[in-house]
């Protein structure tokens, strides 16, 4: 008698990497993954799944998982039980604190954990430590659209869901290639686009949807800002915009009206290059169109006033009168990782606590402290790149990370692992001995996002379940355990100790997220916050009613532009521009132990066919790419789609050494890294 293979298990559960938040049935048998198929059903990709999602899934099983807790002896990590990490890490932790104070301890939070697990996080380090020292990574991507949509509408998300967006008539889609970095977004776009509707891409590149677009402006890199006044210029001198809903729902307008006589489109062009003629066309697209939309992504943020783009671009949706009216489709940020969204939400910030309420706001204070039962820190903390500078001045005592290799991709690496080296103790949580788990002093092994339960919040601000379809390898745990386990070897008690109990303890802190639940989710699939009553449904779109700032009034900008950090010369005079690939996620680490790496198996610099042949390079070649802040390897790919004068590689394998290129200049409000800016110069390498 033959047997029959069993049937595999089915688990519903989020896609772990970008933001889009592809909802995905994940098949299993005898410990490991059969296959993993979109859910038709999904709300955010209605049966569709890319490259990432639906086959990077091998590095489950590699044999490079990490297993066991590893503590640093001798300058070798050894493995060692969890008792004996876990009692390494409180003695770091009480030596940090009884010689610097709580202050001297920090913490950075990941897109990669869980709603829950940054929930648990932000606690431990404001409860147990006495410190506001936490910070996650959007502070490398996303940050100034907290800060600049905040600013500008009241809240820290995109101002409409996808759904709603994709009814747009116009598309003006800026610094984003969801071709590549978001696949299924960029999909239903260019299905939209193919219906009828107009799209203009501002973008230096001549990425996958500009094929597509009615005009394609392509901006000299760090002119953004120059770019969105000229497009408002065009607006207001043609009358193009909603006069009676900027009487009646904005401030602003007449010191934005004065500023905005200096960007006529001839100036326009002579900042960014931009041929006028296309800045006039653009802005007739977008001010004619009944219902416009605007989707940007990390273009728009990487750069040294990246809150004042996201700022003046939202100015033209303000406009145009085409946000919280129906009669367009906001402003929408698309975010990179998938729960780079939540990890803010959930207060993972040094000056924000869970639903976006101030640490220096008595209110907040005092909302935390009846939910926790215990006094809060006043005194915002160091964000990320404050507190390597700390480390290397021997102000911070104990540093950890989690789940973000931050020698691998926050700018300036030398910088960063010489913060690592100096800071006495590094601990860091991770998947893989990345460059960064390298450097630290106890490693813990921890579970995927195919092995855990709780949410993530994708770019739409919909809450989303994550469920465990396998058990994690060996001795790997959830960060929600691990977090528990040194609070319990510290003597503290987090309470809440499952994710359930911590989204609900959450949503007793942040009216945002009072509706929410792990019950409610399961029932219904996907709710969007803000969603402060369980008995109703979650605001896809939002300020039908008022914007919620301060008088209730969208805020127009009238930030004059500055020039980037970064300028070109005769020793540098090439911009190299960083972002993502299609078949790789990030540092890579998840999607290069997987067969994704036969379709992407290196970085490669992208030229314009007249600078390689300039620098006398062809395809293939490998190049030294130097910048005034480090060299990196690469292997030249000739594009058209590149301006001359420009270059372009994504940031996917450590090895490369991309992230010693960039500088530590950052966003003058959020300290978001310059990443979109840097000068380099080319020298070719004889092939090895
Ligand atoms: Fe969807 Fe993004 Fe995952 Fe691809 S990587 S399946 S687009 S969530």
């Known amino acids: 008698i033959v047997g029959r293979t069993p049937e595999p298990a089915r688990t519903r559960t989020t896609c772990g990497y970008c933001g889009v938040g592809c909802s995905l049935d994940v098949l299993t048998r005898d410990g490991g993954v059969v296959a993993v198929l979109p859910d038709h059903d999904g709300p ?65 939070s990941s897109a990669r954990a869980t709603n829950e697990e940054n929930y648990l996080l932000q606690k431990f380090m404001r409860v147990v430590i006495g410190t506001n020292n936490v910070d996650n990574c959007s502070r490398l991507c996303h940050a100034p659209s907290a800060a600049g949509l905040t600013a500008t509408f009241g809240l820290s998300g995109g101002t409409d869901c996808f759904d709603d967006v994709e009814r747009a008539d116009c598309l003006l889609l800026v610094g984003a290639n969801p071709a590549e970095a978001h696949p299924v977004v960029g999909a239903r776009l260019l299905q939209r686009v193919l219906r009828g509707a107009r799209l203009v891409v501002a973008d230096p590149r001549a990425v996958g949807l500009a094929r597509y677009a009615d005009v394609h402006l392509r901006p000299r890199p760090g002119t953004n800002v120059a770019l969105f006044h000229g497009l408002a210029h065009v607006l207001l001198a043609e009358g193009l915009i909603d006069e009676e809903f900027l009487r009646r729902r904005a401030t602003g307008l007449p010191e934005l009206t004065t500023l905005l006589a200096g960007y006529s489109p001839d100036r326009t062009a002579a900042i960014t290059g931009v041929p006028a003629d296309d800045v006039v066309a653009a802005a007739r697209l977008f001010g004619q169109a009944e219902k416009p939309a605007i989707i940007y992504g990390l273009g728009v943020t990487e750069h040294l006033h990246g809150t004042d783009g996201v700022r003046t671009l939202a100015n033209l949706a303000i406009l145009r009168g085409a946000v919280g009216t129906g009669r367009g489709f906001g402003v929408n940020p698309l975010r990179g990782q998938n729960n780079v969204q939540g990890a803010s939400d959930m207060g993972a910030l040094p000056d924000l606590l869970p639903g976006y309420g101030k640490v220096t706001d008595p209110a907040a204070q005092a909302r935390a402290e009846r939910v926790w039962g215990t006094p809060v820190p006043r005194r915002p903390g160091m964000r990320i790149p404050e507190m390597f500078a700390a480390a290397r001045a021997g102000e911070l005592r104990a540093l950890w990370v989690i789940g973000e290799d931050v020698c691998a991709t926050d700018p300036d690496s030398a910088h960063v692992a010489q913060a690592l080296e100096t800071c006495p103790l590094v601990v860091c949580n991770e998947l893989f001995l990345s460059e960064t788990a390298r450097r630290a002093d106890v490693v813990l092994p921890v579970a995927s996002w195919l092995e855990k339960e709780g949410t993530f919040v994708n770019f739409d601000r919909r809450f989303q379940r994550v469920r465990a379809a396998l058990d994690p390898p060996g001795a790997a745990i959830t960060e929600f355990a691990i977090i528990h386990a040194l609070a319990a070897v510290l003597d503290a008690d987090l309470g809440c100790s499952t994710p359930a109990e911590a989204l609900a303890e959450c949503g007793r802190l942040a009216p945002a997220f009072a509706g929410l639940s792990h019950e409610r989710l399961d029932r219904e699939g996907a709710v969007a916050w803000p969603c402060p009553d369980p008995d109703r449904p979650g605001e896809a779109s939002l300020y039908r009613e008022r914007f919620a700032t301060p008088d209730g009034l969208a805020q127009l900008s009238a930030a004059p532009y500055l020039p980037p950090g970064e300028q070109p010369d005769d020793r540098y005079p090439l911009v190299l521009v960083t972002g993502r690939r299609w078949a790789h996620y990030n540092s890579g680490g998840m999607t290069r132990r997987t067969d994704n790496l036969l379709l992407d198996s290196v970085d490669r610099l992208d030229i314009h066919p007249a600078d390689a042949a300039r620098y006398g390079l062809r395809d293939g ?37 991309v992230n010693t290129l960039t500088s530590d200049r950052a966003d003058t409000v959020t300290s978001c890294p310059e990443y979109k800016v840097t000068a380099v110069h080319l020298k070719a390498l004889n092939p090895s």
Do not use: Y
């Open 44 to 108: 955010v990709n209605r049966g569709h799944a890319c490259v990432k999602g639906r086959f990077a899934h091998g590095f489950l099983r590699s044999p490079e998982r990490l297993t066991h807790p590893l503590l640093r002896r001798d300058g070798r990590l050894e493995p060692v039980s969890w008792r004996e990490a876990l009692e390494h890490v409180a003695r770091g932790l009480r030596a940090a604190v009884a010689e610097g104070g709580p202050d001297a301890v920090a913490a950075i």
């Open 621 to 657: 070649d490998p190049v030294a790419v130097e910048s005034r802040h480090g060299q990196a390897r690469l292997i030249v790919r000739t594009s058209d789609a590149m301006a001359p004068g420009q270059v372009f590689c994504a940031f996917h394998f450590p090895a490369s050494g």
